[in-house]
């Protein structure tokens, strides 16, 4: 553990990325306390420019409403969004890649093959599709990107069991009469677990930006404020208020930046010879 | 910086309204020339005797015409109709049609085509004219230049229902003993207006050419009208600003655009051509059930809604804030009370004294852009201020469509038109009989009140003006104390449009029935 911090240290880019992240995380947590009002409350005049009144340091939107009160309760849906896709597409794509890596031949073809049919589809067309389909809200949003971004998982699974499993220890345990459930569950799994890790850093940030890419064209939740519909609202009046869509798209950019930079700190953590390769 | 945009915004208008005023005095208008305009979203039909969207109307008003025109009070003025005359009794019309009419494909127009179009064409395509046609007993055509309407009983609005949008005039010989809606003809449309479609580059732009045989003498001004398709309202806004187009049509960029590109120099804008429509924007309330069912809830909610700064914030203060169901531009408003001032505190006791339990209501916002979504946001927020907790639906055009029609809804914005008469356009959001499960116009929210409807049928058909406003007046108060629906504002669409251009809008229907009239200033 000691060996794996001092190598993530040793990525500056990646410690970076941790702060930035540990700022959108407080920010969502206190968020509630910060901006005891809601953040569709029209507190001031409408385009207020950032830095004329101090009480709205980031200025206003069309309708008067707080941008620094939107970005900071917008946080929390953007990581709630990252996260929990991330998680359900990670329990779709590890069971499925796994069996079909392990157990080889029709399970694989037929896996497989429903994969390359989810793959096929261009990503972000089919979660508008997903969410046009059942109405925009967190729940369709969240199962919309699980949908479209677990196929890489399972691929990834795949190859890692497929090498694993002719190793020696696995030919034990299948010799010891261990069941096949067993051997993927408690041997090979937790194998392949820094790839997955790294992986899932980089589909957080990725389903970051598919959330804020709906919200933008007004396929979010109607009733939640978030980073992607603050800039979707601004983005007619860009010419008279570049500071609604500003402030959110910067959010936006430096949150997916924090996850890729943790992503490739953990990559070089998790696969120390291949950091040394590199480097 | 708001006022100082909208005190710049007035010099300009006015500084170009005296502009304007003083050129038409001066200046005689030249002909020719090409007027480049937007047309949002594309038609799907020019053959605005079957198709009668707002786009299609904007296009097809200068190719179809109708046989009266209206002025800004909704004063009937001559079309295809030279002169006209209505008997003492209010039971016959005669109309007098102008002579030497052609139809753009060379045919004559007679009144044999009135009375085809009135009696059997428009019956069968509108079921906003079967509804016109009610209290008249036949249309009939004595010679070929005059046509007689007579009447079951008196109906004081028919004399206001024969413009371009509600009956225009269509070929007896090209439709009659057909199909109408699939009759080839409609691709082509024929008409007797000043226009006649050149082509239409299907996403991309309409081309009218000025109609050489057109019947009043040195019309059209322009050669050609060009239409053109923007889908997004920012580049609507740009093609405005580069003058790739010279006149934005009320609607067609983003309210929050307009001060932007009405400060600018040469910019030119009317509120004018939305009389005879006079827009109403509202929400339903579904009075179905609870606790909508209960008129002091309705009312809460009514108390609940700062409408003054929707107006001032959403609209730039373009319109007015509506104080029942008939909007004030039309005949027969009345300023009767009760009207509903913005009073959060009235709104709390009302709940309080019905009991409300707080029970969440569903709000379905109108899906026609970012003004109606951002309207719901404030609407929630203002309910949400007095205690009502509301959720926004996220919804398309067919959804709502769909949910409004099949009255699954708590409270839905909407917005209707007026057409020139309360008989025609508002009695039909209030009145039992219009309740319909499966449309979503008319009266979506039930409301069923026997006195109301006592009313309205008084009204249409009372001889008198006079005893027209009594009836209406009295069933504004009546509506008003029921708030069956939620009244907004009275909608106003501005137009923007290059100093240069002139005689853009002459009636109450604007711009769709205007451009014959219309010129550019070298």
């Known amino acids: 553990m000691s060996n794996f911090w001092t190598t993530f240290k040793g990525n500056k880019g990646a410690v970076v990325g941790l702060v930035i992240l540990a700022i959108v995380l407080l920010a969502s947590i206190f968020a509630p306390m910060l901006y005891t009002t809601s953040p569709w409350d029209m507190v001031n005049m409408p385009f207020m420019a950032p830095g004329v009144d101090s009480s709205v340091p980031l200025g206003t939107d069309t309708l008067g409403r707080d941008i620094a009160s939107g970005l900071a309760h917008g946080a929390y849906i953007s990581l709630l969004v990252g996260f929990v896709s991330t998680i359900v597409s990670l329990c779709i794509g590890i069971p499925l890649g796994a069996a079909a890596g392990y157990f080889g031949g029709w399970v694989d073809d037929v896996l497989m093959r429903i994969t390359e049919f989810f793959q096929v589809i261009p990503s972000f067309a089919f979660a508008i599709v997903l969410v046009a389909i059942f109405e925009p809200s967190i729940t369709s949003m969240i199962v919309a990107i699980a949908v479209v971004s677990w196929p890489p998982v399972a691929r990834l699974l795949r190859g890692e069991v497929m090498s694993l499993k002719h190793r020696e220890f696995i030919e034990a345990a299948e010799l010891s009469g261990q069941s096949g459930f067993t051997i993927i569950t408690r041997q090979i799994l937790p194998n392949t677990i820094s790839p997955v890790i790294v992986l899932a850093s980089m589909m957080v940030a990725t389903a970051i930006l598919t959330e804020s890419a709906l919200s933008f064209m007004g396929l979010g939740d109607p009733n939640v404020m978030s980073w992607g519909y603050i800039i979707g609202a601004g983005r007619t009046v860009l010419q008279q208020a570049w500071w609604i869509s500003f402030f959110p798209g910067v959010a936006i950019l430096l949150t997916v930046l924090a996850f890729n930079l943790i992503g490739e700190g953990l990559n070089d953590a998790l696969n120390p010879r291949l950091a040394k390769r590199r480097g | 910086m708001l006022s100082t945009t909208a005190m710049r915004r007035a010099a300009i208008a006015a500084a170009c309204s005296i502009a304007a005023t003083s050129g038409m005095a001066q200046e005689t208008p030249v002909k020719g020339g090409r007027l480049d305009l937007v047309v949002q979203p594309e038609p799907t039909s020019l053959m605005i005797g079957i198709t009668t969207n707002g786009p299609s109307l904007l296009v097809g008003g200068s190719i179809y015409e109708g046989l009266l ?359 039909r959001n209030y009145i039992s009989s219009q309740i319909a499960l499966g449309n979503p116009f008319n009266n979506v929210e039930g409301y069923s009140n026997p006195k109301v409807d006592e009313l309205f049928a008084k009204a249409a058909t009372a001889p008198s003006d006079e005893e027209r406003q009594a009836a209406y007046t009295e069933v504004q108060k009546i509506l008003q104390e029921d708030v069956p629906v939620a009244w907004l504002t009275e909608l106003s669409f501005p137009t923007l449009y290059d100093c240069s251009v002139q005689g853009l809008v002459s009636t109450a229907n604007g711009i769709g029935n205007s451009l014959g009239e219309t010129w550019i200033k070298k």
């Open chain 2, 69 to 427: 025109r209206y002025d800004e009070n909704l004063e009937p003025m001559p079309s295809l109709a030279k002169s006209w005359e209505i008997s003492e009794d209010g039971l016959t019309y005669t109309f007098h049609l102008q002579e030497g009419v052609t139809f753009s494909d060379g045919e004559p127009f007679t009144s044999k085509d009135v009375v085809f179009t009135m009696k059997d064409f428009l019956m069968e395509t509108k079921s906003k004219w079967r509804a016109i046609m009610e209290p008249v007993a036949d249309v009939t055509a004595p010679d070929d230049t005059t046509v007689v309407v007579t009447m079951k009983e008196p109906f004081g609005p028919f004399i206001r229902s024969l413009s371009y949008n509600v009956a225009p005039m269509v070929p007896a010989h090209v439709y009659e003993g057909t199909e109408y809606a699939t009759n080839p003809a409609n691709d082509t449309p024929i008409g007797t207006g000043p226009y006649v479609l050149a082509e239409w580059k299907r996403g991309s732009y309409i081309e009218l050419d000025a109609n050489p045989n057109y019947w009043r003498e040195g019309l059209p001004y322009l050669d050609d009208v060009v239409y053109h398709v923007v889908p997004d309202a920012a580049s609507r806004a740009t093609a405005f600003e580069t003058r790739v187009v010279s006149v934005l049509p009320g609607g067609s960029v983003e309210n929050f655009d307009i001060p932007r590109l009405a400060a600018e120099e040469g910019v030119c804008t009317t509120e004018k051509g939305w009389e005879y429509n006079a827009p109403l924007s509202w929400m339903w309330i579904n009075n179905r059930t609870a606790p909508m069912d209960n008129k002091k809830f309705r009312q809460a909610i009514m108390y609940a809604m700062n409408r003054e700064m929707m107006l001032k914030v959403l609209w730039n203060g373009y319109g007015k804030v509506a104080t029942g169901p008939i909007t004030s531009t039309i005949p027969f408003y009345d300023a009767v009370e009760p009207t509903y001032e913005y009073n959060p505190e009235k709104a709390k006791e009302l709940l309080e004294e019905i009991g409300y339990d707080g029970k969440e209501l569903r709000l379905l916002p109108l899906p026609y852009g970012e003004t109606w979504q951002r309207w719901a946001e404030v609407v929630k927020q203002n309910l949400k201020a007095v205690g009502i907790p509301v959720e926004i639906e996220s919804t398309d055009v067919a959804g709502w469509n769909q949910k409004t029609s099949q009255w699954d809804y708590d409270l839905a914005f909407t917005y209707l038109y007026e057409n020139g008469d309360p008989a025609i356009g508002v009695a």
